[in-house]
């Protein structure tokens, strides 16, 4: 897939990005559901069948025909069984992320990464159906708009403090917000129902999708970390696993007794060739430095900061939530014309700019406020530093309170300072591990098959969780199973 971040980005996306600094218009409360029945006419969704280009430009499309054919050929079946039938949309996106998500504009999201850990059709099916069912079910409307809703998946919002949140909160609201979209245990509860309604409908075993459930309770645990998941916009809680187990047994039972596919070895063969994990292609941090292949790119991050990459943008954050740096392509015309939109876009007020250099590139830098969005807020400082490389334009963005920004805008500098042409050719040439499907030479467990295709030891647990198993699980000679690699 070719590489979306900055590309061809004007400074006008950055509205997008900061505009809720000086503006909290963009948040509309959406009205309180009031639950309908299932004979009820829908309204056609707001953007239904299209993806919100939001949230295309935060993680980008996957570029997989297999896979979009099977979302969209399931989530047409859905659809036409539901309880609210309406023009929805389905998409993969580019995202390594272990999420799914609905929007309350009638399209549902499925990352790469989660498509990953997937291990028959019954699992994605099942998940599928649960995410069409907070669509049917109106449990978006409870939520913010698709503005807000375009920051799913990022990690910075967990870890901005609440008076960062207020002073440079758009930011961390719309594009580095997670949490924006939870939903409450009756929610989830009416979703799983859905999920296990739908699935069977179209003809699959609703039983895996509570298996799929301890998947994902295992990646959070293997993890040991707060990077969001689908269980942190979809809250987890112990009983579910029996609960959606009884679901599906009864569900079943109602079906007469007709057979329900699972689709293991269908499912599996679908996602060979699937990115896994991080694209280092699209940018990777080692060392404390962010390192970009393909744009042959690098600069330094704060020491102890936190850091999350997407296609428009690789964004940083003060461990305590005190100040927030975002670099991001400008555009592709001069400096002048790059200041004054990034100035405009922020709203700036009484901005200061000189042109300089910076590690030998032309440079400008532009230091001002920013006005409050209410009267509540404090008013971010900002120190944007544009950087001319070639005939691209990229920007580093440092906000801060105004009380603190002397403290962070030494930090601010040293990543600009430090940005270089990459010429590391082990950097260069970093390539992402893919989804390979392989099946037992003979009567074995997951560990020895593991062994034989030269996965090593420390990945066995990692590789036993991607495949929905247990090292020791007996693998009959010829079953497929996943391990990943370059």
């Given at each position: ?7 061809g980005l004007r400074t006008g996306a950055l509205l997008t990005l900061l505009l809720p600094l000086a503006s909290s218009s963009s948040l509309t409360d959406w009205a309180a559901r009031t639950p309908a029945a299932p004979s ?94 907070h669509i049917t079910a109106q449990h978006g409307k409870k939520q913010q708009t698709r503005s807000t809703i375009a920051g799913i998946g990022m990690i910075l919002g967990s870890v901005l403090a609440p008076r960062v949140m ?38 699959y075993d609703a039983s895996h999708m509570a298996d799929f459930f301890q998947t994902l309770s295992r990646t959070e645990a293997q993890s040991g970390s707060s990077i969001p998941t689908f269980l942190s916009t979809h809250p ?251």
């Amino acid at each position: 897939m070719p590489n979306p971040i900055f590309r061809g980005l004007r400074t006008g996306a950055l509205l997008t990005l900061l505009l809720p600094l000086a503006s909290s218009s963009s948040l509309t409360d959406w009205a309180a559901r009031t639950p309908a029945a299932p004979s009820t006419p829908a309204a056609r969704p707001l953007q239904g069948a299209k993806p919100d280009p939001a949230v295309i430009a935060q993680f980008g499309l996957y570029n997989s025909a297999t896979l979009q054919n099977l979302i969209d050929a399931k989530g047409k079946q859905m659809t036409a069984i539901s309880d609210r039938p309406g023009d929805y949309g389905f998409t993969v996106v580019d995202s390594p992320v272990i999420n799914a998500f609905a929007t309350p504009d009638g399209h549902v999201y499925f990352t790469r990464g989660i498509m990953a850990y997937f291990n028959d059709e019954a699992q994605f099916a099942g998940v599928l159906g649960h995410e069409l069912g907070h669509i049917t079910a109106q449990h978006g409307k409870k939520q913010q708009t698709r503005s807000t809703i375009a920051g799913i998946g990022m990690i910075l919002g967990s870890v901005l403090a609440p008076r960062v949140m207020q002073s440079v909160g758009g930011v961390a609201q719309q594009v580095v917000g997670l949490g924006m979209l939870k939903y409450g245990r009756d929610d989830e509860n009416e979703s799983d129902a859905l999920g296990v309604k739908y699935s069977t409908k179209i003809g699959y075993d609703a039983s895996h999708m509570a298996d799929f459930f301890q998947t994902l309770s295992r990646t959070e645990a293997q993890s040991g970390s707060s990077i969001p998941t689908f269980l942190s916009t979809h809250p987890n809680s112990a009983d579910r696993y029996t609960r959606v187990k009884g679901l599906a047994a009864q569900a079943k039972q109602a079906a007469g007794g007709r057979a329900l596919a699972v689709n293991r070895n269908q499912y599996l063969k679908a996602i060979e060739g699937l990115n896994y994990g991080e694209d280092p292609r699209q940018g990777f941090v080692e060392g404390g430095v962010f390192y970009h292949p393909d744009l042959k790119f690098r600069f330094p991050i704060p020491s102890g900061w936190k850091s999350q990459n997407s296609p428009q943008q690789f964004q940083m954050a003060e461990p305590n939530g005190k100040a927030l740096l975002v670099f991001l392509g400008a555009g592709n015309g001069t400096l002048d014309a790059a200041a004054q939109s990034l100035a405009k876009s922020i709203g700036l007020q009484s901005a200061q700019a000189q042109k300089t250099t910076i590690n030998g590139f032309p440079a400008m830098v532009i230091e001002g406020d920013q006005a409050a969005s209410d009267q509540q807020s404090t008013p971010a400082h900002v120190l944007a530093q544009l950087i001319q490389d070639g005939q691209t334009v990229y920007a580093f963005v440092g906000l801060a309170a105004a009380s603190s920004f002397g403290t962070y805008a030494p930090q601010f500098q040293r990543a600009a300072q430090g940005y270089a042409r990459l010429t590391d050719a082990s950097k260069l040439n970093r390539q992402p591990e893919h989804i390979r499907i392989k099946a037992a030479a003979s009567n074995t467990t997951l560990a020895s098959a593991l062994a034989a295709n030269g996965i090593p030891s420390k990945r066995y647990e990692e590789m036993a969780i991607l495949n929905g198993m247990k090292t020791t699980d007996q693998l009959p000679k010829g079953t497929l199973f996943k391990v990943a690699g370059k």
